[in-house]
T-cell receptor, first 112, second 111 residues
Framework: SAVISQKPSRDICQRGTSLTIQCQVD?????MFWYRQQPGQSLTLIAT?????????ESGFVIDKFPISRPNLTFSTLTVSNMSPEDSSIYLC?????????FGSGTRLTVV | QKEVEQNSGPLSVPEGAIASLNCTYS??????FFWYRQYSGKSPELIMF????GDKEDGRFTAQLNKASQYVSLLIRDSQPSDSATYLC???????????FGQGTTLQVKP
């Protein structure tokens, strides 16, 4: 299965600022997914990122808040914009593979 | 109705016992089903997947799927303290390639 390098692993940010999270995959993948895991909660899908097209966002998530780039088949970024304390979560990228889906190690974001 | 429902637990079993984790889902179009294990502070790791009705065994783990009842389960035999974690049920959403996660069941295996 694919190996994903995700960074940063954690960050503490001031409210109103933005943070960009990067995921690098060791093989080419068609679909990449971005999830959020709020404290004590399960994973919620933010968006699906396909190379060469706009990301597809799930209900409750918008591009202005979570812009995503997918410049090639091995790399994607998620930006959390204009952050508030409610954005404090773990953010994870994931790729589909055979079998199943592999996750990055996650970015633990704290907004103060 | 939630798309994926799991009992949040905690489910407590003694070491060596069988742990049974259950999950129901609402999307009749789901074709693939995954079980992930998540240790505290770590990202989810895939432990089982199943596509067809019936049972699928892998070592101490058995996944069971009943599409008519929209039910999937995970059995862990000879439970070990190292199995203590949160288990996430994740059906695929139709043919979209997306996974939708349940809230997870916390399993505690007591020595």
């Amino acid at each position: 299965s694919a190996v994903i390098s995700q960074k940063p692993s954690r960050d503490i940010c001031q409210r109103g600022t933005s943070l960009t999270i990067q995921c690098q995959v060791d093989s080419q993948v068609t679909m990449m997914f971005w999830y959020r895991q709020q404290p004590g909660q399960s994973l919620t899908l933010i968006a699906t990122a396909n190379q060469g097209s706009e990301a597809t966002y799930e209900s409750g998530f918008v591009i202005d808040k979570f812009p995503i780039s997918r410049p090639n088949l091995t790399f994607s970024t998620l930006t959390v914009s204009n952050m508030s304390p409610e954005d404090s979560s773990i953010y994870l990228c994931s790729v589909s593979g055979a079998p199943g889906y592999t996750f990055g190690s996650g970015t633990r974001l704290t907004v103060v | 109705q939630k798309e994926v429902e799991q009992n949040s637990g905690p489910l407590s079993v003694p070491e060596g016992a069988i742990a049974s984790l259950n999950c129901t889902y609402s999307d009749r179009g789901s074709q693939s089903f995954f079980w992930y294990r998540q240790y505290s502070g770590k990202s989810p790791e895939l432990i089982m997947f199943i596509y067809s009705n019936g049972d699928k065994e892998d070592g101490r783990f058995t996944a069971q799927l009943n599409k008519a009842s929209q039910y999937v389960s995970l059995l862990i035999r000879d439970s070990q303290p190292s199995d203590s974690a949160t288990y996430l049920c994740a059906p695929g959403k139709g043919n979209t390639g997306k996974l939708i996660f349940g809230q997870g069941t916390t399993l505690q295996v007591k020595p």
